[in-house]
């Protein structure tokens, strides 16, 4: 185990996660069961404030355990003195490779998922009378029972990692010519591809921001079209994360380090101030449109109709920001490069 | 529906200017880094190789220097480390290593009494030259 200050945050909030998390599934469970597929009224309100506490100690647990992605990465990165052999995140992540690579993935399905119940429990909260209340549970109980799992890698993970271990520096995986992602454009783009992969990137980013801001004017009003429209945007989304990822590492994240041949992502946003918000902005603005097209199919009812409109247009609102923010980014980087005579 | 621009305009001025910050300042730090990982070098860590063709490299680390070397076995007209204490740099072939248990990073000392403390502190031990001795490493033009 490795103890720094970060490393102690990191895992009280594991442990606090995992005790909360494990009680509020058993909870949940216990509650959406009793309630039954068409709960009477007076047995409805007599859940409801049973779960008062329990709901408010959810927003905070899953504030918090969203709050838990960055401290990760900022704990991973306190650790590279310690490990020898290790430069960046990437070494500290080779310790133990497994166990860091799903604890890497859990953690955005993590957020996502407590974002998205976030969602829900705000657009129960505005209607009259609750409708979402049963589906708020069940998915609550879900949540939790992640939350608890990814909690419980935390803990095993920070305690078992040791820095007696030499692991290997990111230069000789991620300079490789036969990386993927210096593959793929090879092959769609041609051995010359970075000023096609460049246009291509800041193309894709243009195009979707314009699909979501023509999304925002023309709101389709007929739910079919709404829905085809939000999972439209939900794929052009995935698409343009995809496209950002390979340009990242193979062209913006070299040239902004001033190292051309270096394509590790975890030196990008150790050495760029702002390398990793630039990589989170597209990333949050796909969560964001995910967000959108599953609470028009989780929060539909009547009651929530206005609600959800509302709720739809400013996660669409979100995204836009996000997809213009980051190629944004990339461009005032470049310039100010160009301009102090640089890459 | 009523659309506000003022909100994400502000956003997105904000996120440009400090885009144009970060760029300025990794574009003035742009001048010494590693030659092994390219990480920048602070000057009181910097480690300071000489060839015999007159070319110098720079490493943040013992560890990425002796990997540099490894890869390239250079001839070497000077090799300086920093002073753990001091920050200074002093000849390798002068100084004396230890390295601490934990993070097993090898540190350079110009003074005997403060490798004896900075051991008794760590609970580290001592390491020779990692360099190798000066004849080994001086190669001929």
Redesign the interface.
């Known amino acids: 185990m490795i103890l720094n200050p970060l490393s102690v945050a990191i895992l009280l909030i594991g442990l606090l996660t995992l005790l909360l998390a494990a009680l509020q599934t058993g909870f949940a469970l216990k509650l959406h069961a009793s309630l039954g597929p068409s709960p009477t009224p007076d047995l409805r309100t007599a859940v409801e404030e049973q779960t008062h506490l329990m709901l408010t100690l959810a927003v905070v647990l899953l504030t918090m355990r969203m709050l838990a992605w960055p401290l990760f990465y900022a704990t991973l990165q306190s650790f590279v003195p310690d490990i020898p052999g290790a430069m960046c995140i990437y070494g500290v992540t080779q310790a133990l490779p497994t166990l860091s690579g799903a604890l890497q993935v859990l953690k955005p399905i993590g957020f996502f998922l407590s974002g998205l119940w976030l969602l829900l429990y705000a657009l129960n909260r505005a209607a009259k009378t609750a409708p979402l209340f049963r589906r708020n549970l069940a998915l609550l109980a879900g949540v939790s029972a992640f939350l608890a799992a990814d909690a419980l890698g935390d803990l095993f993970y920070f305690l078992t990692l040791t820095p007696r271990q030499e692991v290997t520096c990111c230069t000789l995986i991620t300079d490789l010519p036969t990386r993927a992602s210096a593959v793929v454009p090879r092959t769609l783009l041609g051995a010359e591809f970075d000023h096609p992969l460049l246009s291509l990137y800041f193309a894709a980013q243009t195009l979707l921001a314009g699909g979501i801001g023509l999304a925002l004017f023309r709101h389709a009003e007929t739910s079919p079209a709404r829905r085809a429209g939000e999972g439209a945007l939900a794929l052009g989304g995935a698409a343009a994360l995809g496209i950002a990822a390979i340009a990242f590492i193979e062209i913006i994240a070299p040239r902004l380090m001033g190292l051309p041949f270096h394509h590790d992502l975890y030196c990008f946003i150790q050495y760029v101030p702002d390398g990793s918000l630039m990589l989170v902005l597209p990333l949050l603005g796909l969560f964001a449109l995910l967000w959108a097209a599953s609470l028009e199919r989780l929060g539909r009812h009547e009651e929530t109709a206005s609600h959800l409109k509302r709720y739809t247009r400013r996660l669409w609102g979100l995204a836009l920001l996000a997809f213009v923010a980051s190629p944004l980014m990339v461009a005032v980087h470049f310039l100010v490069d160009r301009w102090l005579g640089g890459t | 529906?009523e659309?506000r621009y003022k909100t994400?305009l502000i956003?997105?001025a904000i996120?440009?200017l400090?885009?144009?910050g970060?760029?300025?300042?990794?574009?003035a730090r742009?001048g010494e880094?590693c030659a092994?990982?390219?990480?920048?070098v602070r000057p009181t860590a910097a480690i300071r190789l000489t060839t015999v063709e007159g070319m110098v490299a720079v490493f943040d680390s013992i560890?990425?220097a002796q990997?540099w070397m490894q890869n390239r076995q250079p001839g070497i007209r000077s090799l300086t480390v920093p002073d753990a204490v001091s920050g200074q740099p002093i000849d390798a072939s002068a100084a004396v290593y230890g390295k601490g248990p934990?993070?097993?990073?090898i540190r350079a000392f110009a003074r005997e009494e403060d490798l004896e403390q900075f051991l008794r502190w760590s609970k580290g031990e001592a390491v020779a030259n990692p360099f190798g001795a000066p004849t080994e490493r001086v190669t001929s033009p």
């Open positions: 529906m659309i994400p956003l997105l996120l440009a400090v885009a144009s970060s760029a300025y300042w990794t574009a742009k880094r092994f990982d390219g990480a920048f560890a990425c990997r934990a993070s097993g990073r």
